[in-house]
């Protein structure tokens, strides 16, 4: 009668089944980490795994669900109507109308820091010691008190 060697069987699955779902983990961690998209096919593919295995197993096909989830970018916009859409002539005009902002702003910019720039000579030409004051000096009121 040949020896039962059943029991070695069942180790070398258990322990490969092991090997596959921490292979699993490790590839589903690692993509986590560095960003990449989870997708199932994805994940099969850096585990060495099948799908359908990965759909079996509760526990992962969750974590790739909530990860998958988690990284999905939000639903594009829906697209302008071609009748809502700004023509190249009317883009063409905005542009100009902002250029022509941008040179008034600037003039304008210019302008004030002329302005600053003699206000503040001014200032400190006046500052000089010996130099009389146009303004005299600030005089204290006489306070009235109550009636």
């Not at 589903?28 to 990965?54: H, K, N, P, Q, Y």
């Not at 010996?130 to 005089?139: E, L």
Request: charged share 35%; hydrophobic share 35%.
């Amino acid at each position: 009668m040949p020896a039962d060697n059943s029991h070695l069987i069942v180790d070398a699955a258990r322990r490969r089944a092991a090997s596959t779902r921490r292979r699993a983990t490790s590839a589903l961690r690692r993509m986590d980490a560095t960003g990449t998209v989870i997708t199932f096919e994805a994940v099969a593919r850096e585990a060495g795994v099948s799908r359908s295995w990965l759909y079996n197993q509760p526990d992962l096909r969750t974590e790739i669900e909530r990860l998958r989830a988690r990284h999905r970018p939000a639903p594009a916009a829906r697209p302008v109507p071609d009748r809502q859409r700004a023509s190249d002539a009317s883009l063409l005009r905005r542009l100009e109308a902002a250029i022509e902002r941008n040179r008034q702003l600037e003039s304008e910019n210019r302008e004030l820091r002329e302005a600053l720039t003699l206000a503040l000579g001014e200032r400190r030409t006046a500052d000089l010691p010996g130099r009389p004051r146009d303004t005299p000096k600030k005089r204290t009121s006489v306070a009235i008190g109550p009636c």
